[in-house]
């Protein structure tokens, strides 16, 4: 048993799978990409089984910033890792010590975490995944779990 994730892109019509190597590439600065101010994402981690997906994760869907030349501006992207830190870390760090107050800083970063350096794709978008994940071997039923309950 272990997990595979699956990378996707949202080239604005459909989402093309990305190999590892290409985020490698992407990460490195060795790849420039041709969206307008950032590129767009889905990661979904599978659980395999005998190299079978049997359970998916949700997808999470990230807003990689862009520099004018195509490449991943790691400054905005290191500030909005940390702006999700701060959201998850002082939510649970400052809730378990003081129970009874509400830390306003924490839901401030998570906002702009959300605002900066994550996207919602809408129902169709998230249709388009799921038809993309069945061409990766994910059964049909499976890759619908994705979806939002109707």
Do not use: C
């Amino acid at each position: 048993m272990g997990l595979s994730p699956r990378y996707f892109r949202w080239t604005g019509e459909t989402w093309h799978r990305l190999t590892l190597r290409w985020m490698d590439d992407f990460f490195n600065g060795t790849i420039r990409v041709e969206d307008k101010d950032a590129l767009l994402t889905a990661t979904i981690f599978l659980q395999l089984e005998d190299r079978l997906p049997i359970a998916l994760s949700a997808p999470k869907f990230d807003r990689w910033p862009l520099r004018p030349d195509g490449t991943m501006d790691r400054d905005r992207v290191m500030h909005g890792a940390t702006l999700a830190m701060d959201a998850i870390l002082g939510r649970t760090l400052l809730t378990a010590a003081e129970p009874t107050v509400i830390h306003a800083e924490s839901r401030f970063e998570h906002r702009r975490h959300k605002a900066e350096a994550h996207w919602e794709p809408t129902h169709d978008q998230l249709e388009l995944l799921a038809r993309a994940l069945t061409k990766t071997g994910v059964a049909a039923g499976l890759a619908r779990r994705i979806l939002p309950p109707t």
